[in-house]
């Protein structure tokens, strides 16, 4: 079966460092693009970037860029998202997701179910 | 970055309504749109694509329009299972952005 799945809920303090992880099973992870979207309590999806595991070819939204490292083990078909310091704003669901297209990259074709990141003292 | 702004931001509506999304971009982005809609507790399910492509086994109820700044999603006859969120991505630009999102609620 095609599917991403995604490193199981974490709870951290503030400070403290964390890699979560997405592991692709059923189609050549080391092809696709693995983008990573952020959504925070109650709101929307926002973009933090994508990477390429073929190579780690990596673009960062900006907002995000410094923020996070988006890694890639193209041996295991697994991509990372990194922080070294949380804060409590880092509190978000976080999902990976394929990223595709026709002509031109940019949609997201096949998601992960998300791992919930809290950060509190 | 480009701004995406949907409206409503929450529709009401009943089974069978015919009901209509819009999405509006601050620049131009061609037809690099994508559609998705969320279910709460869930990840996002990916719809259509380059504005107006349904994805493979995406219900036909569901389709979209639109180019440059202006689109939307229509669902030509809401179903139960449509109740739900759902979000614009552009990706003609870095960094991709999403509009903050539609709920469309049972009225």
């Known amino acids: 079966e095609v599917q991403l799945v995604q490193s199981g809920a974490e709870v951290k303090k503030p400070g403290e460092s964390l890699k979560i992880s997405c592991t692709g099973f059923g189609y050549s992870f080391t092809n696709n693009w693995i983008g990573w979207v952020r959504q925070m309590p109650g709101k929307g999806l926002e973009w933090m970037g994508i990477i390429y595991p073929g190579d780690s070819e990596t673009r960062y939204n900006p907002s995000f860029q410094g923020q996070v490292t988006i890694s890639a083990d193209k041996s295991i078909s697994t991509a990372y998202l990194q922080w070294t310091s949380l804060k409590a704003s880092d509190t978000a669901m976080y999902y990976c997701a394929r990223a595709f297209g026709v002509v031109l990259l940019g949609y997201f074709d096949l998601w992960g179910r998300g791992t919930l990141v809290t950060v509190s003292s | 970055d480009i701004q995406m702004t949907q409206s409503p931001s929450t529709l009401s509506a009943s089974v069978g309504d015919r009901v209509t999304i819009t999405c509006r971009a601050s620049?131009?982005?061609?037809?690099?749109l994508a559609w998705y809609q969320q279910k709460p507790g869930k990840a996002p399910k990916f719809l259509i694509y380059k504005a107006s492509t349904l994805e493979s086994g995406v219900p036909s109820r569901f389709s979209g329009s639109g180019s440059g700044t202006e689109f939307s999603l229509t669902i030509s006859s809401l179903q139960p299972d449509d109740f739900a969120t759902y979000y614009c991505?552009?990706?003609?630009?870095?960094?991709?952005?999403f509009g903050q999102g539609t709920k469309v609620e049972i009225k």
């Open positions: 620049q131009s982005i061609s037809s690099w």
């Open positions: 991505q552009q990706y003609n630009n870095y960094p991709w952005t």
